[in-house]
């Protein structure tokens, strides 16, 4: 067991902020006021769970509470001492995981927690007891010997978890420890995190970009501009929505998103999100235009639903006075229809390196116009197909054709067709926005007042213009989302590829981010995109899972969730059907292997 060490007696919280403010100076621009005057409790024993959108002080909070910054002005107590005035006595009581955790790739996953055992000063009788319980908590036990480089995501962030824990902490802190993770492993790391505090009784705070994750808290803090908006149990931000939610049934079968782009634009409604082939929405308790909203929904299907912690949520953001409408997105030339119906062909595509299949002979069609996700768990090949496709790794076999293009023979042809959103945001961040811009332009080939009109555009469908002077490393998570994006559609290509965009954004970010997407595929441009939020999968016309570099299914959302439906499960969601479908190949794969090594034997 790996106990969280605790006080004898009647304790004060875990944690404890009053009037917290913390500000961070920049060269050439405002200072960013971080934290401004928050307040908070952590009890012992407790998950709690810091949610808000990019920016709003959420890491900082969590590096304030680790000792690594120091405020500006306000009072911090973790563990009973003044994280001010003495911040070693409270880094050896706790441990911290941030964003990034600092693994060593080309050292094993065995040399990675002895690593951070010696840094910690952990014996060898302490090690002797505590990794078999790592080992066993995280199921790393068979990789061992595997270098860290070489693991997947999601079991890296198990790995990471495994060296913050190679002592026992009084406090853990994590930041955003599932992002970037596929549903299966973020279920499995959840389940860790749950044994940590339910069986162990360690205390927890941690920041998530996952709602759900949330909910499963004993309390959550929802932090936005630096304040408090709400703090409590999860049940006091869902009442926020209670007596508004509803779903609506559009009148054609695939109508969902349009349905959800339309509902989204009204200013009388909080919250609009694909749901089963369904609309969720949330109503404003008040508003103008309600007439014209009922008009809308006029001759479909709409039933009350109860309010869940996502309502609740985006209520509260919603209400804030800087409300911010979710807008769409306007092309300078619409594509237009004509020519093939199929703009993307993959036929039997391969790709080795060495005696690595990472793509394994896999096919699927796009049609133009059409949003696609290729969904699948870490490492499954998401992003090597993704590269092949833009031209930018060579297959090792099979056909890659881009509206008629052979991509493996002409592939800067094909690539003058296309953009392309990296996971990691292909930023040059010391350049500005306004010069990231002037780059890419100039990549793509747009001169003279071709050039300047595309810049104008994209500065102001992004609304970028109030960060034009800033550095690219210094914008919050939104803004580069923002910039990667607008940065893609200088060329105005026919094929937009988005490699996990909203990887870490928050809910309300990921509105914005799906309401131009649906507004480019009305307007015809075609698009492909991966991402670990199965919700989001609503919004594509068709779906393809991958895992060990086969595709698994692929169909519409609707096709995709029926193969997970059961007799005690008549309308799971994407995330059941995405598990279920992985779940089941690997068992299938499992079984085929113990049936060669028997008949080898």
Known sequence: MIAATQ??????????????????????APPVQALDGVSLEVGHGELTALIGPDGAGKTTLIRLAAGLLRADSGTLKVLDVEVAVDPQRVQDRISYM??????????????????YADLHGVTDEQRAQRYPQLMEMTALAPFKQRLAGQLSGGMKQKLGLACTLVRSP?????????????????????????????????????STAYLDEAERCSRVVLLHHGKVLSQGNPSDVTHNAAGLSFIAQPSQPRGARALQAQLLDRPDIIDAVPD????????????QDVAATDELLRGLAVTPVPACFEDGFMMLLRRSADREQVKAIAVDRPVRGEGQPVIVKVRDLVKRFGDFIAVDHIDFEVRRGEIFALLGPNGAGKTTTFRML????????????????????????????????????????????????????SAYGLRGQRRRARIAWAMQQFELGTQAGMASAQLPGGFKQRLAMAAALLHEPEILFLDEPTSGADPLARRVFWRRITALAEQGVTVIVTTHFMQEAEYCD????????????????????????TAAKLEPNMEDAFIAIVQEARMEQAQETVGEARAAA
């Open 390 to 441: 833009c031209g930018l790794l060579a297959a090792s076999g099979g056909e890659l054709n881009i509206g008629g293009t052979d991509v493996r023979r002409a592939p800067a042809s094909a690539r003058s067709r296309l953009g392309y959103v990296a996971q990691k945001f292909s930023l040059y961040g010391p350049l500005t926005v306004a010069e990231n811009l002037e780059f890419f332009a």
């Open 170 to 206: 009084e406090l853990l802190l994590l930041d955003e420890p599932t992002v970037g993770v596929d549903p299966l492993s973020r279920r499995e790391l959840w389940e860790i995190v749950r044994h940590l505090v339910t069986d162990e009784g360690m205390t927890v705070l941690l």
């Open 276 to 287: 089963g082939g369904r609309v969720r929405f949330v109503r404003a308790t008040a508003g």
């Open 542 to 565: 068709r779906v393809a899972i991958m895992d060990a570099g086969k595709v698994l299914a692929q169909g519409s959302p609707g096709e995709i969730r029926q193969r997970a439906s």
């Open 98 to 115: 941030p964003q990034r955790f600092g693994l060593y790739e080309d050292l094993t996953v065995a040399e990675n927690l002895d690593l």
């Open 7 to 28: 006080s004898p007696g009647p304790v004060a919280p875990a944690l404890i902020a009053g009037e917290l403010r913390h500000a961070f100076r920049r060269e050439k």
